[in-house]
């Protein structure tokens, strides 16, 4: 297990050095003269020389690079334009949000996608199955952001039942942070919950044609506990893997619900930023996220070689 | 039923010419495409969006950027069939003419990522010393996650119909790369690759004369599922302001603005929205339906 750990671990180095370089270019694919671009048209001459003297842009490109390199190592990620603060503090800031939102969109995905996944897979064909699959594709297609806009007419600007947008810390103030993370968490869940279900439908239908399921019922269990005992903890064991992509793919889906509910997350961080022309502040949130994204997929994917110790090997 | 049972009839027959039985497979692959009901409906949707784009011009009622400051925010009726926005512009009209939009982007974003997938995936496939590189890099690209990328990939080049489209391209290039090369390498072992090695063709031809047409099935259901991503993406760009310009009648754009006035006009969102769905759901239907059509893992089941 150890070695295993260390060879996920060193594997994903040059990945991280790939993913660097290419945060640092996006600077760099601002068409014309970056520094022009993010000063504006009233910036004179010499405030472009001397900006771009500050940025380092006067220097050779691969010294450019090492320095970014070198910068990252020691955790600074440049100065916000805008806000006047390390990018690094105001990434702090706006996290706590962006993590909440995606802790309970995650939940709510789960609470929906497992056990529709598993009903519909152990009663293959059925009418529950039918209906609950037709949803699951809905799911897919509906396009999340648009769900919450539906979501916010329905019970907040017609019932009248929770704020329509907006954001309390659930460290200070529990319950109005549940009435605001109600909606947010519901839509960015549902469509995420269509991709549990479908999986675990599929887990669910491959386990009980395997031979120990027959066994189960030729010694006369009851069907139930042989869906519910036997087949459904090891058709769990895929859908942990399923749980930590949806993971994954929550950190974008975050970002655009923020916009719709005003969250002050990293999300309107990032949008805010481009509109100012904040490029440090852009680079740390795509930095941010992209780390992120692939300790979960490393957490994943160790967390699923544990279970299931024949991936080790391979 | 009666149908397949011929069908399996006939294949059991050993056939006259190789050529008989090339197109013999390939008129049973057209007939299972046909039968297929997923592909049926999503590609009946999916043509209809086709033409409606092609004729957004003739059976819009309004000029889709034309302003009415007189008819803001009316509801759906008579005179705008799906309402008006807040500058009075006709949603059904901007509806039918947001179509292009989401095409344009899926279609070019689809052409561009198949085009450089098969040539970058081929090269890490056949040429296993530029492999290493070639795929760090795609496995670099893969680490963000998509939408972060795109919007990034935005803020740097600004807002625009081709810079939308190249964003989206960068982003889902790496997962066709990848598909086309695990299947070049499982390829490139098999006696017929070998024998054509031996006869001494040369790398590309054997590249994309031998292993190339094995790819085209993955390859085709692979470009529907970006053309549908690609689609939802340039709805989520508009949405979020960083997509195509505000002024271009898009879906994410019009969704953008009916944001802003959900409490007086939920239409403003509401339509743009459906046929979002709707393509969306066209195009997933055809994927899933042209893969278990030409996916030969699945067919044997």
Known sequence: MTTYLLRRLLALLPVMLVVVTIVFFLIHLIPGDPVAVILGPEADARQIEDARRVLGLDRPLPEQLLRFYARLLRGDLGRSYF??????????ERA???????????????????????????????????????????????????????????????????????????????????????????????SQSALIARIARSCMIEVLRQDYIRTARAKGLAERSVVYLHAFRNALVPVVTVIGITMAILIGGAVVTEIVFNIPGLGRLIISAILRRDYPVVQGVVLLTAAVYMLINLVVDVVYAFIDPRIRYV | M????????????????????????RARLVRRILRNPSILIGGSVFLLLVLVALTADVLSPYNPTRLYP????????????????????????????????????????????????????LVAGYYRRLDLVIMRVMDGLMAFPAILLAIALMAARGPGVWNVIISLSVVYLPRTAMLIRSTALSVRELDYVLAAQALGRGGPAIAFRHILPNCLGPLLVQGTFIFAYAVLAEAILGFLGVGVPPYVPSWGNVI???????????????????????????????GDGLRDTLDPRLRTE
């Open chain 1, 96 to 190: 706590e949000p962006t993590l909440v939102l995606m802790a309970s969109a995650l939940f709510v995905a789960v609470l929906i996608g497992v056990p529709s996944g598993i009903v519909a897979g152990a009663h293959q064909g059925s009418g529950w199955d039918r209906a609950l699959m037709t949803l699951a594709l809905l799911g897919v297609c509906v396009p999340g952001f648009w769900l919450s806009l539906n979501f916010v007419y329905l019970f907040s600007v017609r019932l009248g039942w929770l704020p329509v947008a907006g954001y309390a810390s659930v460290f200070q103030d529990p319950v109005a942070a549940l009435r605001y993370m109600l909606l947010p968490a519901v839509s960015l869940g549902f």
């Open chain 2, 2 to 25: 009666s149908d397949g049972v011929a069908v399996d009839q006939r294949a059991a027959v050993p056939a006259a010419s190789p050529e008989a039985a090339a197109a013999g497979a």
């Open chain 2, 256 to 286: 953008a603005s009916g944001k802003n006035v959900i409490r007086e006009a939920f239409w403003v969102s509401a339509f743009p929205g459906v046929a979002l769905t709707l393509a969306g759901l066209s195009l997933n239907l055809l």
């Open chain 2, 70 to 121: 007189d008819q803001r925010l009316k509801p759906p009726g008579a005179r705008n069939l799906l309402g008006t926005d807040e500058f009075g512009r006709d949603i059904a009209s901007l509806v039918l003419h947001g179509s292009r939009v989401s095409l344009l982007v899926g279609g070019v974003t689809m052409v561009l990522t198949s085009l450089g997938g098969v040539v970058i995936g």
């Open chain 1, 83 to 92: 806000l006047d603060r390390p990018v690094t503090t105001a990434l702090w």
